[in-house]
């Protein structure tokens, strides 16, 4: 075997060994990380899908439950044609809704937002059989009587003043608005057309199908579900078939009701699942062949390159020894033999030469092939370090996400429940909206009957910030509001607004120097009705009070103060505050409400709403129940901001005086 040859063969050799290497190393990795991605995908998509039914089917359950305390439905001898006019305003505020229906304990349909069935009595069946005097609400999803179509049932027992059991309140959503919030998780992406999502109930029959529509409540889910996803009901997993990939997340509910325990299913064949695996499997596989026999090309040139010096020695050393004297002689200096004997003479020294040449070309060869190893191990180990951050920075994410999330219920279980209320005004609404998970902004209530008298304490805060600096301030303004009703006498709400500064003051001079300034504070208006005498005692930091008496509108600012804002010495006294009187008459609506209705940007102009446009709309709805003007609220604020972004928490409370 010539020298050439081996030059190739050995080249060929390397350039393969290399190439196979690298590929296996990068198809692996790519394999790896795109696999756990589309698992992951999949399995994220399952619990995003369920958590937006189970909060869709909790807002309804809410909505019915408010829309049933409604004077128009709670009197025992009802006007149908208040009833009716009801009916219609919420139908109008709702428009998700396909109708509502008023029934009395014997299932007669007393009113219809659409005048359908009104009269007949509704048959023994569907939610009737579970409704009784513990039941606050139900739902479940079938074909209705009146509507004839599938539709999800939300239906809620109306108590009279004496918490007796008089009517049932029902609203119906069409399915498909059910399906629209499931849907929304299959659009978008080209592979998402091969998924199949089911929705199914406790028995495993089908709620909802995208590809198997017909069999929507008549058929169950094919026997595929092992037996221990049943028995062991583990909220959310995967299981696979020899074909398929199945992930489900099974729903848990904020309330108890009859659907809780739903499974969300979504199936799609690992053929489509590992598409993009495969696709760029081939991709690098290409790419490997390619840059093979580009390597390949070049190992056989530079092979030529070197050996083509070697064979023209090696000819001549041979035509050497063979002793090659046919040649005319000429001159002692110029002809064949003299030149042959000279060549003879320093063929040894050639061949030394070229071998030296020889060994330094190798060893630069493989001094750069050393130092391109070096490089690729430098970027291997790059590639590592960035795929172990980015899962660094994936878990810290989880984990603040969750932390955030169990704070918002820690914050919802310290605000008051609002059905204290209920026992105090004719009608009333709290519209809580906060911009991210935790709120800066807070409302909190007391009833004290006492010695001194019997007195309904209300107050509206606000505090600097939002998030999670505004929800510490808040707890620090709650704990505040319990300690000065707890060690005072004196409600006034002057004198309440001056312990409360004090307290926060207090509170956080325990980590602050003289000369340390706390920057934050908040600001809160405190109202103290007297239940005995109907007198409302307000006093205000920022935060106004507006009055609707006798048909005229009466806004009464307060203080600009922000309490608990500077570290001082000297504590803020009752006497600083201005406290305003009124006296209370049936249907006297007022209002208390932060700044971030009035300041979120929206509008063609991109403007803040402002503080006369916020009291304006207030003038329009000031008449309707206190839900609608809530629901009325929410629509106007979405009207305004469309795509924006909420700019603040927003706090809004409205009062009707018995």
Same mark, same amino acid.
């Given at each position: 075997?010539?020298?050439?040859?081996?030059? =190739?063969?050995?080249?060929?050799?390397?350039?393969?060994?290399?190439?196979?290497?690298?590929?296996?190393? =990068?198809?692996?990795?790519?394999?790896?990380?795109?696999?756990?991605?589309?698992?992951?995908?999949?399995?994220?998509?399952?619990?995003?899908?369920?958590?937006?039914?189970?909060?869709?089917?909790?807002?309804?359950?809410?909505?019915?439950?408010?829309?049933?305390?409604?004077?128009?439905?709670?009197?025992?001898?009802?006007?149908?044609?208040?009833?009716?006019?009801?009916?219609?305003?919420?139908?109008?505020?709702?428009?998700?809704? #396909?109708?509502?229906?008023?029934?009395?304990?014997?299932?007669?349909?007393?009113?219809?937002?659409?005048?359908?069935?009104?009269?007949?009595?509704?048959?023994?069946?569907?939610?009737?059989?579970?409704?009784?005097?513990?039941?606050?609400?139900?739902?479940?999803?079938?074909?209705?009587?009146?509507?004839?179509?599938?539709?999800?049932?939300?239906?809620?027992?109306?108590?009279?003043?004496?918490?007796?059991?008089?009517?049932?309140? =029902?609203?119906?959503?069409?399915?498909?608005?059910?399906?629209?919030?499931?849907?929304?998780?299959?659009?978008?992406?080209?592979?998402?057309?091969?998924?199949?999502?089911?929705?199914?109930?406790?028995?495993?029959?089908?709620?909802?199908?995208?590809?198997?529509?017909?069999?929507?409540?008549?058929?169950?889910?094919?026997?595929?579900?092992?037996?221990?996803?049943?028995?062991?009901?583990?909220?959310?997993?995967?299981?696979?078939?020899?074909?398929?990939?199945?992930?489900?997340?099974?729903?848990?509910?904020?309330?108890?009701?009859?659907?809780?325990?739903?499974?969300?299913?979504?199936?799609?064949?690992?053929?489509?699942?590992?598409?993009?695996?495969?696709?760029?499997?081939?991709?690098?596989?290409?790419?490997?062949?390619?840059?093979?026999?580009?390597?390949?090309?070049?190992?056989?040139?530079?092979?030529?390159?070197?050996?083509?010096?070697?064979?023209?020695?090696?000819?001549?050393?041979?035509?050497?020894?063979?002793?090659?004297?046919?040649?005319?002689?000429?001159?002692?200096?110029?002809?064949?033999?003299?030149?042959?004997?000279?060549?003879?003479?320093?063929?040894?020294?050639?061949?030394?030469?070229?071998?030296?040449?020889?060994?330094?070309?190798?060893?630069?060869?493989?001094?750069?092939?050393?130092?391109?190893?070096?490089?690729?191990?430098?970027?291997?180990?790059?590639?590592?370090?960035?795929?172990?951050? #980015?899962?660094?920075?994936?878990?810290?994410?989880?984990?603040?996400?969750?932390?955030?999330?169990?704070?918002?219920?820690?914050?919802?279980?310290?605000?008051?429940?609002?059905?204290?209320?209920?026992?105090?005004?004719?009608?009333?609404?709290?519209?809580?909206?906060?911009?991210?998970?935790?709120?800066?902004?807070?409302?909190?209530?007391?009833?004290?009957?006492?010695?001194?008298?019997?007195?309904?304490?209300?107050?509206?805060?606000?505090?600097?910030?939002?998030?999670?600096?505004?929800?510490?301030?808040?707890?620090?303004?709650?704990?505040?509001?319990?300690?000065?009703?707890?060690?005072?006498?004196?409600?006034?709400?002057?004198?309440?607004?001056?312990?409360?500064?004090?307290?926060?003051?207090?509170?956080?001079?325990?980590?602050?120097?003289?000369?340390?300034?706390?920057?934050?504070?908040?600001?809160?208006?405190?109202?103290?009705?007297?239940?005995?005498?109907?007198?409302?005692?307000?006093?205000?930091?920022?935060?106004?009070?507006?009055?609707?008496?006798?048909?005229?509108?009466?806004?009464?600012?307060?203080?600009?103060?922000?309490?608990?804002?500077?570290?001082?010495?000297?504590?803020?006294?009752?006497?600083?505050?201005?406290?305003?009187?009124?006296?209370?008459?049936?249907?006297?609506?007022?209002?208390?409400?932060?700044?971030?209705?009035?300041?979120?940007?929206?509008?063609?102009?991109?403007?803040?709403?402002?503080?006369?446009?916020?009291?304006?709309?207030?003038?329009?709805?000031?008449?309707?129940?206190?839900?609608?003007?809530?629901?009325?609220?929410?629509?106007?604020?979405?009207?305004?901001?469309?795509?924006?972004?909420?700019?603040?928490?927003?706090?809004?409370?409205?009062?009707?005086?018995?």
């Amino acid at each position: 075997m010539n020298l050439y040859l081996k030059f =190739v063969l050995l080249g060929l050799s390397l350039v393969i060994f290399t190439s196979v290497t690298i590929f296996l190393f =990068v198809n692996n990795t790519v394999e790896k990380n795109l696999s756990e991605s589309i698992l992951s995908e999949h399995s994220q998509k399952a619990e995003i899908s369920i958590n937006n039914i189970d909060r869709f089917i909790y807002e309804r359950l809410n909505d019915v439950k408010n829309f049933a305390k409604l004077p128009a439905f709670r009197d025992e001898n009802p006007n149908l044609d208040e009833v009716n006019r009801m009916l219609s305003e919420i139908s109008h505020a709702n428009e998700l809704y #396909y109708s509502f229906s008023f029934f009395d304990m014997n299932r007669f349909r007393l009113a219809d937002s659409k005048g359908l069935s009104v009269g007949k009595q509704h048959g023994l069946r569907l939610y009737w059989t579970h409704i009784n005097d513990n039941t606050e609400a139900i739902m479940d999803i079938s074909k209705s009587e009146s509507v004839g179509r599938v539709v999800l049932h939300f239906a809620s027992v109306v108590r009279n003043n004496a918490n007796q059991p008089i009517g049932v309140f =029902v609203g119906r959503v069409l399915i498909e608005n059910l399906y629209a919030v499931i849907s929304n998780q299959s659009q978008g992406e080209e592979s998402n057309k091969h998924v199949q999502m089911d929705l199914l109930d406790e028995n495993l029959n089908i709620l909802y199908s995208n590809h198997e529509p017909e069999k929507v409540l008549i058929a169950k889910y094919p026997d595929v579900i092992p037996e221990q996803v049943l028995e062991l009901k583990k909220k959310e997993g995967r299981f696979s078939t020899d074909d398929n990939l199945y992930f489900y997340h099974r729903q848990e509910g904020y309330l108890s009701f009859p659907g809780k325990g739903w499974l969300f299913i979504i199936n799609t064949s690992k053929e489509n699942a590992f598409a993009s695996l495969s696709e760029m499997r081939t991709t690098i596989l290409m790419v490997g062949i390619v840059i093979l026999l580009l390597s390949s090309g070049l190992t056989i040139y530079l092979a030529r390159v070197i050996s083509k010096p070697l064979k023209k020695l090696r000819s001549a050393a041979v035509e050497i020894s063979k002793g090659n004297y046919d040649v005319q002689i000429e001159g002692s200096n110029k002809d064949e033999i003299g030149y042959l004997i000279r060549q003879f003479n320093v063929t040894s020294q050639k061949l030394k030469t070229k071998e030296n040449n020889e060994k330094k070309i190798t060893k630069q060869l493989m001094e750069k092939n050393q130092e391109i190893q070096q490089h690729q191990n430098k970027i291997i180990t790059q590639a590592k370090a960035i795929n172990r951050a #980015y899962k660094e920075i994936k878990t810290q994410h989880t984990m603040v996400h969750s932390s955030l999330s169990y704070a918002e219920k820690i914050q919802n279980a310290i605000l008051p429940d609002e059905k204290l209320l209920s026992d105090f005004f004719q009608d009333y609404f709290v519209y809580y909206k906060p911009k991210d998970i935790v709120s800066g902004d807070f409302y909190w209530f007391k009833h004290v009957k006492n010695n001194t008298g019997n007195h309904l304490i209300i107050a509206c805060a606000d505090c600097s910030g939002h998030g999670v600096p505004g929800a510490f301030l808040s707890m620090l303004g709650i704990n505040a509001l319990n300690n000065a009703i707890q060690y005072t006498t004196d409600y006034n709400p002057s004198a309440l607004l001056a312990k409360v500064n004090n307290d926060i003051i207090s509170t956080l001079s325990q980590n602050f120097s003289e000369n340390e300034a706390v920057q934050e504070g908040m600001e809160m208006a405190i109202c103290t009705i007297d239940l005995t005498y109907n007198i409302m005692k307000y006093a205000g930091a920022g935060i106004p009070l507006l009055l609707f008496k006798d048909g005229e509108w009466n806004l009464t600012k307060g203080n600009k103060l922000l309490l608990g804002r500077n570290f001082s010495n000297d504590k803020l006294q009752e006497q600083e505050i201005e406290q305003h009187s009124f006296n209370l008459s049936s249907h006297d609506t007022f209002y208390l409400y932060s700044d971030g209705f009035k300041d979120q940007i929206g509008g063609k102009e991109h403007k803040k709403y402002l503080p006369k446009r916020f009291r304006m709309y207030l003038g329009m709805i000031v008449q309707k129940a206190m839900m609608i003007q809530k629901n009325l609220l929410d629509k106007e604020l979405q009207d305004w901001k469309q795509s924006t972004p909420q700019t603040d928490d927003m706090l809004v409370m409205g009062f009707r005086i018995k």
